[in-house]
Protein backbone atom coordinates (compact mmCIF):
# COMPACT_ATOMS: atom_id res chain seq x y z
CA UNK A 1 0.00 0.00 0.00
CA UNK A 2 2.85 2.84 0.69
CA UNK A 3 4.11 2.04 -2.78
CA UNK A 4 0.56 3.66 -3.86
CA UNK A 5 0.27 5.99 -1.25
CA UNK A 6 3.85 7.64 -1.85
CA UNK A 7 3.12 7.27 -5.36
CA UNK A 8 -0.29 8.52 -5.83
CA UNK A 9 0.16 11.25 -8.44
CA UNK A 10 2.39 9.14 -10.65
CA UNK A 11 -0.35 6.52 -10.57
CA UNK A 12 -3.28 8.80 -11.05
CA UNK A 13 -1.63 11.21 -13.53
CA UNK A 14 -0.66 7.84 -15.73
CA UNK A 15 -4.19 6.32 -15.30
CA UNK A 16 -5.84 9.43 -16.14
CA UNK A 17 -3.78 9.84 -19.17
CA UNK A 18 -4.51 5.99 -20.03
CA UNK A 19 -8.69 6.71 -19.96
CA UNK A 20 -8.22 9.59 -21.73
CA UNK A 21 -6.43 7.69 -24.90
CA UNK A 22 -8.78 4.71 -24.51
CA UNK A 23 -11.77 7.00 -24.55
CA UNK A 24 -10.56 9.20 -27.46
CA UNK A 25 -9.18 6.19 -29.68
CA UNK A 26 -12.17 4.13 -28.99
CA UNK A 27 -14.79 6.80 -30.32
CA UNK A 28 -12.16 7.32 -33.04
CA UNK A 29 -11.71 3.48 -34.00
CA UNK A 30 -15.81 2.75 -33.67
CA UNK A 31 -16.14 5.48 -36.20
CA UNK A 32 -13.59 4.92 -38.69
CA UNK A 33 -14.22 1.08 -38.37
CA UNK A 34 -17.89 1.60 -39.04
CA UNK A 35 -17.06 3.54 -41.90
CA UNK A 36 -14.61 0.98 -42.98
CA UNK A 37 -16.96 -1.85 -42.65
CA UNK A 38 -19.91 -0.14 -44.86
CA UNK A 39 -17.03 0.18 -47.37
CA UNK A 40 -16.67 -3.06 -47.56
CA UNK A 41 -20.07 -4.12 -48.31
CA UNK A 42 -20.29 -1.49 -50.50
CA UNK A 43 -21.85 -2.16 -53.91
CA UNK A 44 -19.07 -0.27 -55.25
CA UNK A 45 -15.97 -2.24 -56.34
CA UNK A 46 -13.09 0.88 -55.49
CA UNK A 47 -14.57 1.22 -52.30
CA UNK A 48 -14.54 -2.48 -51.14
CA UNK A 49 -11.02 -2.27 -52.60
CA UNK A 50 -9.92 0.11 -50.59
CA UNK A 51 -11.59 -1.45 -47.40
CA UNK A 52 -10.35 -4.24 -47.77
CA UNK A 53 -6.54 -2.94 -48.45
CA UNK A 54 -6.88 -0.90 -45.18
CA UNK A 55 -7.64 -3.89 -42.89
CA UNK A 56 -5.40 -6.32 -44.45
CA UNK A 57 -2.29 -3.58 -44.37
CA UNK A 58 -3.21 -2.48 -41.01
CA UNK A 59 -4.42 -5.89 -39.33
CA UNK A 60 -1.23 -7.24 -40.42
CA UNK A 61 1.39 -4.51 -39.14
CA UNK A 62 2.64 -4.30 -35.89
CA UNK A 63 1.37 -2.02 -33.19
CA UNK A 64 4.99 -1.15 -32.54
CA UNK A 65 5.64 0.08 -36.40
CA UNK A 66 2.45 2.22 -36.03
CA UNK A 67 3.73 4.07 -33.83
CA UNK A 68 6.83 4.27 -35.12
CA UNK A 69 5.60 5.56 -38.45
CA UNK A 70 3.24 8.35 -36.79
CA UNK A 71 5.64 9.54 -33.89
CA UNK A 72 9.32 8.87 -36.15
CA UNK A 73 7.93 9.50 -39.95
CA UNK A 74 4.74 11.25 -39.62
CA UNK A 75 7.01 14.47 -38.55
CA UNK A 76 8.89 14.12 -41.90
CA UNK A 77 5.72 14.86 -43.89
CA UNK A 78 5.80 18.46 -43.26
CA UNK A 79 2.05 18.01 -42.29
CA UNK A 80 0.25 19.77 -39.07
CA UNK A 81 2.61 19.80 -35.98
CA UNK A 82 0.76 17.07 -33.37
CA UNK A 83 1.89 16.34 -30.02
CA UNK A 84 2.95 12.95 -29.16
CA UNK A 85 -0.65 12.13 -27.21
CA UNK A 86 -2.20 12.75 -30.82
CA UNK A 87 0.30 10.95 -32.47
CA UNK A 88 -0.74 8.36 -29.80
CA UNK A 89 -4.59 8.68 -30.50
CA UNK A 90 -4.07 8.66 -33.88
CA UNK A 91 -2.07 5.44 -33.84
CA UNK A 92 -4.21 3.42 -31.65
CA UNK A 93 -7.37 4.62 -33.98
CA UNK A 94 -6.07 3.39 -37.06
CA UNK A 95 -5.11 0.11 -36.13
CA UNK A 96 -8.26 0.29 -33.43
CA UNK A 97 -10.24 0.80 -36.68
CA UNK A 98 -8.99 -2.40 -38.59
CA UNK A 99 -10.44 -4.92 -36.22
CA UNK A 100 -13.33 -2.83 -35.61
CA UNK A 101 -13.89 -2.85 -39.48
CA UNK A 102 -14.01 -6.92 -39.28
CA UNK A 103 -16.20 -7.07 -36.50
CA UNK A 104 -18.73 -4.66 -37.77
CA UNK A 105 -18.95 -6.88 -40.85
CA UNK A 106 -18.99 -9.84 -39.36
CA UNK A 107 -22.11 -8.34 -37.88
CA UNK A 108 -23.38 -7.33 -41.13
CA UNK A 109 -23.13 -10.17 -42.50
CA UNK A 110 -25.41 -11.82 -40.09
CA UNK A 111 -28.59 -9.22 -40.95
CA UNK A 112 -30.90 -10.93 -43.18
CA UNK A 113 -30.68 -10.34 -46.71
CA UNK A 114 -34.58 -9.58 -46.93
CA UNK A 115 -34.14 -6.61 -44.46
CA UNK A 116 -32.21 -4.44 -47.52
CA UNK A 117 -34.71 -5.92 -50.36
CA UNK A 118 -37.64 -4.26 -47.65
CA UNK A 119 -35.97 -1.05 -47.85
CA UNK A 120 -34.64 -0.92 -51.21
CA UNK A 121 -38.53 -1.80 -52.01
CA UNK A 122 -39.60 0.84 -49.95
CA UNK A 123 -37.58 3.41 -51.75
CA UNK A 124 -34.41 3.69 -50.02
CA UNK A 125 -31.02 4.09 -51.17
CA UNK A 126 -27.65 1.91 -50.05
CA UNK A 127 -26.48 4.46 -47.57
CA UNK A 128 -30.04 4.52 -46.03
CA UNK A 129 -30.70 0.89 -45.83
CA UNK A 130 -26.82 0.63 -43.98
CA UNK A 131 -27.49 3.79 -41.51
CA UNK A 132 -31.17 3.19 -40.76
CA UNK A 133 -31.73 -0.72 -40.96
CA UNK A 134 -28.45 -2.46 -41.26
CA UNK A 135 -25.64 -1.13 -38.92
CA UNK A 136 -28.12 -0.64 -36.03
CA UNK A 137 -28.99 -4.12 -35.85
CA UNK A 138 -25.21 -5.30 -36.67
CA UNK A 139 -24.27 -3.65 -33.31
CA UNK A 140 -26.50 -5.95 -31.46
CA UNK A 141 -24.82 -8.75 -32.83
CA UNK A 142 -21.31 -8.31 -32.70
CA UNK A 143 -21.38 -6.76 -28.96
CA UNK A 144 -19.14 -9.36 -27.33
CA UNK A 145 -16.12 -9.42 -30.11
CA UNK A 146 -16.69 -5.70 -30.08
CA UNK A 147 -16.11 -5.30 -26.64
CA UNK A 148 -13.43 -7.57 -26.55
CA UNK A 149 -11.86 -5.53 -29.07
CA UNK A 150 -12.17 -2.50 -26.38
CA UNK A 151 -10.60 -4.13 -24.12
CA UNK A 152 -7.98 -5.05 -26.11
CA UNK A 153 -7.51 -1.15 -26.99
CA UNK A 154 -7.19 -0.90 -23.13
CA UNK A 155 -4.47 -2.61 -23.00
CA UNK A 156 -2.70 -1.20 -25.96
CA UNK A 157 -2.44 2.32 -24.66
CA UNK A 158 0.33 0.73 -22.82
CA UNK A 159 2.74 0.99 -25.52
CA UNK A 160 2.11 4.53 -25.94
CA UNK A 161 4.79 5.11 -22.59
CA UNK A 162 7.64 3.73 -25.02
CA UNK A 163 6.94 7.00 -26.94
CA UNK A 164 7.06 9.80 -24.70
CA UNK A 165 3.63 9.27 -23.60
CA UNK A 166 3.06 9.25 -19.38
CA UNK A 167 0.32 6.98 -19.01
CA UNK A 168 0.04 3.82 -17.06
CA UNK A 169 2.73 2.08 -18.86
CA UNK A 170 5.23 4.55 -18.31
CA UNK A 171 4.52 4.07 -14.16
CA UNK A 172 6.69 1.03 -13.80
CA UNK A 173 9.85 2.93 -15.11
CA UNK A 174 9.45 5.89 -12.88
CA UNK A 175 9.21 3.79 -10.16
CA UNK A 176 12.34 2.05 -10.89
CA UNK A 177 14.33 5.39 -11.00
CA UNK A 178 12.84 6.31 -7.99
CA UNK A 179 13.66 3.29 -6.08
CA UNK A 180 10.28 1.53 -5.48
CA UNK A 181 9.58 -2.13 -5.32
CA UNK A 182 8.67 -2.60 -9.31
CA UNK A 183 6.65 -5.86 -8.29
CA UNK A 184 4.76 -3.85 -5.81
CA UNK A 185 4.20 -1.17 -8.41
CA UNK A 186 3.42 -3.93 -11.41
CA UNK A 187 0.70 -5.02 -8.46
CA UNK A 188 -1.32 -1.84 -8.07
CA UNK A 189 -0.81 -1.30 -12.14
CA UNK A 190 -2.35 -5.05 -12.70
CA UNK A 191 -5.05 -4.04 -10.55
CA UNK A 192 -6.09 -0.97 -11.89
CA UNK A 193 -6.50 -2.13 -15.10
CA UNK A 194 -8.74 -4.60 -13.58
CA UNK A 195 -10.92 -1.67 -12.47
CA UNK A 196 -11.21 -0.49 -15.58
CA UNK A 197 -12.24 -3.39 -17.82
CA UNK A 198 -14.60 -4.84 -14.93
CA UNK A 199 -17.16 -2.10 -16.04
CA UNK A 200 -16.62 -2.70 -19.76
CA UNK A 201 -17.62 -6.36 -19.24
CA UNK A 202 -20.59 -5.62 -17.13
CA UNK A 203 -21.53 -3.00 -19.88
CA UNK A 204 -20.93 -5.79 -22.57
CA UNK A 205 -23.12 -8.14 -20.38
CA UNK A 206 -26.10 -5.58 -19.96
CA UNK A 207 -26.29 -4.33 -23.38
CA UNK A 208 -26.36 -8.58 -25.10
CA UNK A 209 -28.95 -8.99 -22.21
CA UNK A 210 -31.01 -5.69 -22.83
CA UNK A 211 -30.71 -6.34 -27.30
CA UNK A 212 -31.05 -10.01 -26.73
CA UNK A 213 -34.28 -9.34 -25.34
CA UNK A 214 -35.30 -6.30 -27.58
CA UNK A 215 -34.90 -8.83 -30.66
Known sequence: MDVLVNNWPLFAEGFVSTIELFALAAIGSLVLGTILATMRVSPVPVLRTAGAGYVNIVRNTPLTLVFFFFVFAYPRLG?????????????????????????VRAGINTVPLGQGEASRALGLTFPQ??????????FRSVVPPLTSVMIALLKNTTIAAGFSVHEAGAITPALSERGEPILLGMLWIVIGFLILVLPLSAMQRTL????????
Open 79 to 103: LVELSFFTLAVVSLTVYTAAFVCET
Open 129 to 138: TLISVVVPQA
Open 208 to 215: EKRWRVAR
